[in-house]
């Protein structure tokens, strides 16, 4: 089956509040902009979601409304649910809820010096015993860590470090940019020709290395972008607008859960909107996308910064060309990969991430 034919991603904000205000985001939403309570009566949600389809709890910081997600989780069984938190409150997901949970998306950006430079003190040993009690408590699915990329990174040296914890299924990473102050990244190209650049290929070699013994290391940005190059996907890879919609707490139905305001990201709200609206709905891409020989890869990486031009010419040329390093790196080690993986009776299919729409966004 195609990508189009798969279920819908449901993004659902449990809360517009957080218990962190990292340097990157701010903490909690204004609640006249993202209430911080669930203010819709969740039966509304039944026209929309069917079995087999994802559900998402998000936020601000999803755990401050364990109620909404036991809720949420009761009333659709036969979807797969996801949480994207900041891991502080792992301890309060009981035992049932965990047994039910398909994903854990961690935010964590490295080890305890870059995490708590940008998430506050402390936070870097909170989240480590967090998924150390949820690995404990015998907790089986897809545990993430979700890196957001500052110019304090070093894109080998931390998701080396992370996935050598043995904590984590899984790494992704997020470029900050765009959402942030330039002022913040000063040297912007001379870090991402100096550090990311290099870095990634050397990750490059590190998966190689992996699979020549048998070891699929979970880099899911080159699991993703290796998925899109054998079976394409939504554009963009994160499927926002395509297959993955979100609902914040007031009801409204959003493309991307992070343009909570953006006029073009509104969809209606829940209970006007059909399931058969969102099903095999396509966003509009535009130049310098559109004509674009990889956008069946890149995807135009991010429908937010392809949208929303806040840092101008200079932000396109920068994604873009973060994109295209992260693209051709795999393309030209495709062969390489192949006769790595077969050594091990692997077949690139097998290394292709996610297997559904689990929020990873993909392109990093
Ligand atoms: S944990 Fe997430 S939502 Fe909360 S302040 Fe940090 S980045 Fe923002
Ligand atoms: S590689 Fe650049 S131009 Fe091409 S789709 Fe991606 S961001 Fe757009
Ligand atoms: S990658 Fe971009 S479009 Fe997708 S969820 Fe993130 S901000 Fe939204």
Same mark, same amino acid.
């Given at each position: ?36 309570? /669930? ?32 809720? /949420? ?15 502080? %409150? ?32 402390? /936070? ?42 043995? %904590? ?57 972008? %290796? ?56 966003? /509009? ?80």
């Amino acid at each position: 089956m195609g990508w189009a034919g798969m279920g819908l991603t449901f993004i659902l904000y449990a809360t517009g509040r957080c218990n962190l205000r990292c340097g990157y985001c701010g903490g909690s939403f204004d609640p006249a902009k993202v209430p911080w309570r /669930v203010e819709y009566d969740l039966s509304l949600l039944d026209d929309l979601v069917r079995d087999g389809d994802v559900i998402a709890y998000y936020g601000g910081e999803p755990l401050l409304n364990m109620r909404f997600i036991e809720e /949420v989780m009761g009333r659709f069984e036969g979807c797969r649910h996801v949480i994207q938190t900041n891991g502080l %409150l792992l301890d309060r997901v009981s035992r049932n809820t965990l047994e039910r949970l398909d994903a854990v998306l961690v935010s964590i950006d490295g080890d305890r010096r870059v995490t708590d430079r940008w998430r506050g003190r402390g /936070v870097y040993d909170r989240v480590i015993g967090g998924v150390a009690r949820l690995r404990k408590a015998g907790f089986s699915g897809d545990v993430v860590a979700r890196m957001t990329i500052t110019p304090d990174s070093d894109i080998h040296r931390d998701v080396k470090y992370l996935l050598g914890l043995g %904590l984590f299924d899984h790494v992704h990473w997020q470029l900050s940019m765009i959402w942030v102050d330039r002022g913040l990244w000063g040297d912007l190209w001379g870090w991402i020709e100096s550090s990311y650049k290099p870095g990634l290929d050397k990750l490059m070699e590190l998966w190689i290395s992996g699979l020549e013994r048998g070891e699929i290391l979970g880099m899911a940005p080159f699991q993703g972008v %290796l998925k899109r190059v054998l079976s394409g996907g939504p554009t963009p890879p994160c499927g926002s607008g395509e297959n993955s919609f979100t609902v914040l707490t007031d009801g409204r139905i959003i493309l991307c859960p992070i343009a909570v305001e953006e006029g073009w990201a509104q969809m209606g709200l829940l209970g006007a909107i059909s399931r058969r609206e969102l099903e095999g709905r396509r966003n /509009v891409i535009n130049e310098p996308c559109r004509s674009c020989c990889l956008l069946g890869i890149c995807g135009a990486r991010c429908l937010y910064t392809h949208r929303e031009r806040l840092w101008g010419d200079e932000g396109v040329k920068v994604i873009c060309a973060c994109s295209r390093h992260i693209i051709n790196l795999i393309m030209r080690n495709l062969s390489r990969v192949e006769e790595a993986a077969e050594k091990s009776g692997l077949r690139l299919e097998d290394l292709a991430y996610p297997e559904y729409n689990n929020t990873v966004e993909i392109m990093p």
